[in-house]
């Protein structure tokens, strides 16, 4: 079945920097790969998606890459602010059921972004 | 325009015991999904509710269960509680024939 992974558990950087989040994916079902913020005490927050029959989508200050070869899937963000600082999660959207409407998300585990000032 | 909200924040249980807790779903939107969220872990998918009925369920025994009504809210009862269910349980709400899913902020459930 699907899942995803994530390579790094945390991630410290300084005001200003760029931060890249990596994950890694077992199963190509997903029609989509989302990336999802969520800060402590709330449910996670829609940041950026990409098309699994596409490799790079730009956002405001965020980047996601996808890397079908090798089944990898990147965020960058830009000029990270402390306001950044959440656990960040991959997750693939694969339909329900083949030739279905409904879509599941399987998240992994998450990389806890720290953004220092 | 709200978004998705949930109900209660916190409870607290004893094994054994059953729950109720309850999901609006953002404005517009049709599908209700019900997650488990572990402490330091991803949410895992519980099941998907969409027209009043379960569409497909994750890998979760019989114990938890589900509704949609009319109004498209959903409730997520789970019976015979275990220590192990402990966790931020989210509800996402979704329009059917679009990937976007919208997060409410989750009920946290402790099971003592």
């Known amino acids: 079945g699907e899942s995803v992974g994530l390579h790094l558990p945390t991630l410290s950087v300084q005001e200003g920097d760029n931060s890249i989040i990596n994950c890694a994916y077992s199963?190509?079902?997903?029609?989509?790969f989302i990336w999802y913020k969520q800060e402590s005490g709330k449910g996670p927050q829609f940041i950026i998606d990409i098309r699994s029959n596409m490799d790079k989508r730009q956002g405001q200050r965020v980047t996601v890459l996808l890397n079908k070869t090798v089944k990898h899937l990147s965020l960058q963000i830009a000029a990270t602010q402390p306001g950044d600082s959440a656990v960040y999660f991959c997750a693939g959207n694969a339909r329900l059921n083949s030739g279905g409407s409904n879509y599941k998300l399987t998240f992994g585990k998450g990389t806890l972004l720290t953004v220092n000032p | 325009d709200a978004g998705v909200t949930q109900s209660p924040t916190h409870l607290i249980k004893t094994r054994g015991q059953q729950v109720t807790l309850r999901c609006s779903p953002k404005?517009?939107?049709?599908?209700v999904s019900w997650y488990q969220q572990a402490l330091g872990q991803g949410p895992q998918f519980i099941f998907q509710y969409y027209e009043e009925e379960e569409r497909q369920r994750g890998n979760f025994p019989d114990r938890f269960s589900g509704h949609q009504f009319p109004n498209y809210s959903s409730e997520l009862n789970v019976n015979a509680l275990w220590l192990g269910d402990s966790a931020l349980y989210l509800c996402a709400s979704s329009l059917i024939l679009y990937n976007e899913q919208f997060f409410g902020p989750g009920t946290r459930l402790t099971v003592l």
């Open positions: 199963n190509s079902a997903s029609d989509y």
């Open positions: 404005s517009g939107h049709d599908t």
